[in-house]
């Protein structure tokens, strides 16, 4: 009996010593194509998520100022943006990323 779980466990240990060795094979050629792939496709797909991320904040954003507060009629930002007042009187407009920035009254235009 002793014999057998002597024979097993040396088995067992052979088996686990050729598996373990097994793994550590890499073949170069084609890990250094799959690499540089993966790396492009991940960062398309980031850039894409980001993109698509931004656009939805600001919509939403621009769609919760129109609701809740009040639009300047007369009045734009610097670059052209729509302009809002909040309950605090003060002046914003919503960025491409979806954040109120907040705008001192005599920075506004007059819209033409």
């Known amino acids: 009996m002793k014999r057998i779980f002597t024979t097993a466990l040396f088995a067992a240990g052979l088996f686990a010593a050729s598996t373990t060795f097994a793994q550590t094979h890499k073949d170069t050629t084609l890990g250094q194509k799959v690499g540089s792939t993966a790396k492009k496709g991940w960062h398309a797909t980031k850039k894409t998520a980001s993109k698509v991320g931004n656009k939805t904040a600001e919509v939403t954003s621009k769609g919760a100022s129109a609701v809740a ?44």
């Open 69 to 112: 507060d009040q639009k300047v009629k007369d009045k734009v930002a610097p670059g052209g943006q729509t302009v809002y007042v909040d309950g605090k009187s003060r002046y914003y407009y919503v960025s491409k990323k979806g954040g109120h920035v907040y705008v001192k009254e005599s920075a506004l235009i007059s819209k033409p």
